[in-house]
C-alpha cells in the first residue's frame, strides 16, 4: 500500500494564479479531509468528505474549492491564490466510525507571492 | 462543540529526562483520544490511541491513559532520545466519527 499520497511537494504560485492540490488513497477510506498546517496555529480543517460524491465544508474553507469523483481521489482547488494561503496542506484519510485513527500524507508546501 | 488543550511549549529536556505532555478534552459522549508525532519535514504518523475509558495506549516508549474523569489523555515516556524531537499533537474523535478535532501541538526538542 501506498497509503495517500499528495502531489506536488513543493509549489510557488503568483497571486491570482489557480491550481489544484492532488491527493489520492489506496486504503478504500471512505473519509478524506484536507488540512492547512500554519506556525502557531495548528492543523485547520479546510474541507473533508464522507465518500464519492459527498463534500463539506470544516474550519477554513474559503477559496477551496474539493470534489470526490472517487473514493481514491480528493483533489483540493485553489480558485484565485492569495499570499494567505501561503502553507503546509495534508491530506488525511481514516474509515468511517469514531475508533479509526487518520493517516496523512506527506503534505504540499504552498507559497503565494 | 468538542476542543482540545494541550501545552503548547516549545519543551526543551535533556536525554534520558522524563517527559510528559499534558493534554485535556472537552466532548460530549465517549470520543476516542489519539497522539500523532510530527518529524521535521514530514506529515503526521499515528504515534498512540485509546478508545475506551481507562485504556492506555503505547507505542516506542510512549504512553498514555485515557482519565474520563479529569477529560484528560497526557503523553509520558521515561526516558527521551534525541530522536524523540519532533511535534506531538493530541486529537479526539467523537462518537459519530465525523469529527476530528487536534490541539495546536507541542513542539519537544531533546538535547544530547
Known amino acids: 500500500n501506498a497509503g495517500v499520497t499528495q502531489t506536488p511537494k513543493f509549489q510557488v504560485l503568483k497571486t491570482g494564479q489557480s491550481m489544484t492540490l492532488q491527493c489520492a488513497q489506496d486504503?478504500?477510506?471512505?473519509?478524506m479531509s484536507w488540512y492547512r498546517q500554519d506556525p502557531g496555529m495548528g492543523l485547520r480543517l479546510i474541507h473533508y468528505?464522507?465518500?464519492?460524491?459527498?463534500?463539506d465544508q470544516g474550519e477554513v474553507p474559503n477559496g477551496y474549492n474539493v470534489s470526490r469523483s472517487t473514493t481514491e481521489d480528493f483533489p483540493l482547488r485553489l480558485l484565485s491564490a492569495a499570499p494567505s494561503q501561503t502553507s503546509v496542506y495534508f491530506c488525511?484519510?481514516?474509515?468511517?466510525?469514531?475508533?479509526?485513527?487518520?493517516?496523512f500524507g506527506p503534505g504540499t508546501r504552498l507559497t503565494v507571492t | 462543540g468538542n476542543s482540545v488543550t494541550q501545552m503548547e511549549g516549545p519543551v526543551t529536556l535533556s536525554e534520558e529526562a522524563f517527559l510528559t505532555i499534558n493534554c485535556t478534552y472537552t466532548a460530549t459522549g465517549y470520543p476516542s483520544l489519539f497522539w500523532y508525532v510530527q518529524y521535521p519535514g514530514e506529515g503526521l504518523q499515528l504515534l498512540l490511541k485509546?478508545?475506551?475509558?481507562?485504556d492506555k495506549g503505547s507505542n516506542k516508549g510512549f504512553e498514555a491513559t485515557y482519565r474520563k474523569e479529569t477529560t484528560s489523555f497526557h503523553l509520558e515516556k521515561g526516558s527521551v532520545q534525541v530522536s524523540d524531537s519532533a511535534v506531538y499533537f493530541c486529537?479526539?474523535?467523537?462518537?459519530?466519527?465525523?469529527?476530528?478535532?487536534f490541539g495546536p501541538g507541542t513542539r519537544l526538542s531533546v538535547l544530547p
Open positions: 486504503m478504500n477510506h471512505e473519509y
Open positions: 485509546a478508545t475506551k475509558a481507562d
Open positions: 488525511a484519510s481514516r474509515s468511517q466510525g469514531w475508533a479509526y485513527e487518520q493517516y
Open positions: 468528505s464522507v465518500g464519492a460524491g459527498i463534500t
Open positions: 486529537a479526539l474523535s467523537d462518537n459519530y466519527g465525523q469529527n476530528f478535532v
